[in-house]
Nanobody, 125 residues
Framework: QVQLVEFGGGLVQAGGSLRLSCAASGLSFGNYAMAWFRQAPGKERLFVAGINWRDTRTIYADSVKGRFTISRDNAKNTVYLQMNRLKPEDTAVYYC??????????????????WGQGTQVTVSS
C-alpha cells in the first residue's frame, strides 16, 4: 500500500521561506516522477512542481518559477519543496503526489494515483 506523508507546513509572513518534505513508502520511489500540487479554498487542485525519476529534469508552474525548488533523495524515499519569497497567494493545502506509470513529470492531476493527506501553508501579508 502506497503511503505519502507530508511535513513542514505552517504559518509564515510574506517574503519568508518554508521547506516541505514528503516521505514515501510502498512504492518503488526511484522509478517514478514525483510532484507537488496545491489547492486553495474553493479552487481546484493545481500543479506546482514536478521532478523526474532520475532527478535530471524539473518543471514548475509559472506562478512559482524562481521562488520554489523541488528536489528528491531516492536513498531516503523523500521529495522536498523549498519555498522562498512566499506570497499570500501561495496560501493553500499542499499535496505530494506520485504517479504509478510515469518516470517523466506529468502536470495533469488525474494522472496521479497516489496522494498525501496534505499540509497547510498559510502566508500572511
Amino acid at each position: 500500500q502506497v503511503q505519502l506523508v507530508e511535513f513542514g507546513g505552517g504559518l509564515v509572513q510574506a517574503g519568508g521561506s518554508l521547506r516541505l518534505s514528503c516521505a514515501a513508502s510502498g512504492l518503488s520511489f526511484g522509478n517514478y516522477a514525483m510532484a507537488w500540487f496545491r489547492q486553495a479554498p474553493g479552487k481546484e487542485r493545481l500543479f506546482v512542481a514536478g521532478i523526474n525519476w532520475r532527478d535530471t529534469r524539473t518543471i514548475y508552474a509559472d506562478s512559482v518559477k524562481g521562488r520554489f525548488t523541488i528536489s528528491r533523495d531516492n536513498a531516503k524515499n523523500t521529495v522536498y519543496l523549498q519555498m522562498n519569497r512566499l506570497k499570500p497567494e501561495d496560501t493553500a493545502v499542499y499535496y505530494c503526489a506520485a504517479p504509478s506509470r510515469f518516470r517523466e513529470v506529468v502536470v495533469t492531476t488525474t494522472l496521479y494515483d497516489n496522494w498525501g493527506q496534505g499540509t497547510q501553508v498559510t502566508v500572511s501579508s
